[in-house]
């Protein structure tokens, strides 16, 4: 008896030490690298493209990007509370030293299409852009270029600390930058309404990651595979980093947006004001650059996505 219990015990022993290299190597060993294949660029500089390029940039960057000085020199966006640490959005300004100012345009359409910053290391976290038009990212990267005020260079540069759990992801491979297949992306005309709405909302803009049910199980190449597409309940955070739960904007009658009507959705993508009259959460960022168009778009492809029915309590925090 005493030897088994002697040998459980070396056996158990081993174990323990095993777990205990492998949360040493997680939590103090170097990311793992990729290798950088930077995308031939062909960057127009119209003002055409600036115009859009400023558009989304103010979309989709600004919200979390945005500094006090109101350039794109990042801001803190998760505390050191949270799951994954705390993070600091980066510098996307044009500082040669500490910004964007260090990456060639192929470099940075990589980084913006994979994850993969210049150094083989991933951004983490980032809304990754796979499924962007080429003319939409081209535009961004012609923006964050130019000469306005938002990109002027800001010499600052924040070091995020990353928690154990987006550590323990990457490294055990549960989470991945995303491929580059290099195959041309076009985005549907504006004359085929529904597959435009599909892509504003499911791969221009992020709406279909904030409204679906978890970034971590959303599909980055089939949004529409996604658990609970558009049925809200991801965790979001206001710009007081206070987190709250997406909402369900599937045409459900009860628990979404069945029963708006196509102004009252506008009223709340482009001003923030929900379908009683109530300012919506600061999570939910203001679209008021989008046109008549493309809001008509989105709202003709969201009445097509099955309504889910998924209650979420707005006013309650996520955690």
Same mark, same amino acid.
């Given at each position: 008896m005493k030897k088994f219990l002697k040998i459980t015990g070396i056996i158990l022993g081993v174990i323990l030490l095993l777990i205990l290299c492998v949360?040493?190597?997680?939590?103090? +060993?170097? =990311?793992? +690298?990729?290798?950088?294949?930077?995308?031939?660029?062909?960057?127009?500089?119209?003002?055409l493209t600036l115009a859009k390029g400023q558009k989304v940039a103010e979309n989709i960057c600004?919200?979390?990007?945005? +500094?006090?000085?109101g350039r794109l020199s990042g801001r803190l966006i998760m505390k050191p509370d949270s799951p994954f640490g705390?993070?600091?959005?980066?510098?996307?300004?044009?500082? %040669? @030293?500490?910004?964007?100012?260090?990456?060639?345009?192929?470099?940075?359409?990589?980084?913006?299409?994979?994850?993969?910053?210049?150094?083989?290391?991933?951004?983490?976290?980032? =809304?990754i852009m796979n499924r962007m038009a080429d003319e939409d990212l081209n535009a961004l990267v012609a923006y964050l270029r130019s000469d306005a005020p938002s990109v002027e %260079?800001?010499?600052?540069?924040?070091?995020?600390?990353?928690?154990?759990?987006?550590?323990?992801?990457?490294?055990l491979g549960a989470i991945k930058p995303v491929e580059y297949k290099g195959e041309p992306?076009?985005?549907?005309?504006?004359? @085929?309404?529904?597959?435009?709405?599909?892509?504003?909302?499911?791969?221009?803009?992020?709406?279909?990651?904030?409204?679906?049910?978890?970034?971590?199980?959303?599909?980055?190449?089939?949004p529409e595979k996604s658990p609970g597409y558009f049925g809200g309940?991801?965790?979001?955070?206001?710009?007081?980093?206070? %987190?709250?739960?997406?909402?369900?904007?599937?045409p459900h009658p009860e628990y979404g947006i069945g029963n708006w009507t196509e102004e009252q959705f506008r009223l709340a993508v482009r001003n923030g004001i929900n379908a009683d009259g109530r300012a919506l959460s600061f999570a =939910? %960022?203001?679209?008021?650059?989008?046109?008549?168009?493309?809001?008509?778009?989105?709202?003709?492809?969201?009445?097509?996505?099955?309504?889910?029915?998924?209650?979420?309590?707005r006013e309650a925090t996520a955690r």
């Amino acid at each position: 008896m005493k030897k088994f219990l002697k040998i459980t015990g070396i056996i158990l022993g081993v174990i323990l030490l095993l777990i205990l290299c492998v949360a040493a190597w997680i939590n103090w +060993g170097g =990311m793992p +690298g990729y290798e950088v294949k930077p995308i031939t660029a062909n960057i127009k500089t119209d003002s055409l493209t600036l115009a859009k390029g400023q558009k989304v940039a103010e979309n989709i960057c600004a919200y979390c990007h945005r +500094g006090e000085d109101g350039r794109l020199s990042g801001r803190l966006i998760m505390k050191p509370d949270s799951p994954f640490g705390e993070i600091w959005s980066g510098n996307l300004t044009k500082d %040669p @030293d500490h910004g964007l100012g260090r990456y060639s345009d192929g470099e940075l359409l990589y980084l913006l299409r994979t994850g993969i910053k210049r150094d083989g290391h991933p951004a983490l976290p980032f =809304m990754i852009m796979n499924r962007m038009a080429d003319e939409d990212l081209n535009a961004l990267v012609a923006y964050l270029r130019s000469d306005a005020p938002s990109v002027e %260079p800001v010499a600052v540069e924040r070091t995020s600390k990353l928690g154990f759990l987006p550590k323990a992801l990457f490294k055990l491979g549960a989470i991945k930058p995303v491929e580059y297949k290099g195959e041309p992306i076009i985005a549907p005309p504006p004359s @085929d309404q529904v597959a435009y709405g599909r892509y504003i909302s499911a791969s221009l803009y992020f709406c279909a990651e904030c409204h679906s049910a978890s970034f971590e199980t959303f599909d980055q190449w089939d949004p529409e595979k996604s658990p609970g597409y558009f049925g809200g309940g991801n965790v979001v955070e206001d710009l007081d980093l206070n %987190p709250v739960f997406s909402a369900n904007i599937t045409p459900h009658p009860e628990y979404g947006i069945g029963n708006w009507t196509e102004e009252q959705f506008r009223l709340a993508v482009r001003n923030g004001i929900n379908a009683d009259g109530r300012a919506l959460s600061f999570a =939910m %960022p203001k679209f008021a650059l989008l046109s008549d168009e493309e809001l008509s778009a989105i709202w003709a492809y969201l009445r097509t996505v099955p309504p889910l029915d998924n209650q979420v309590v707005r006013e309650a925090t996520a955690r």
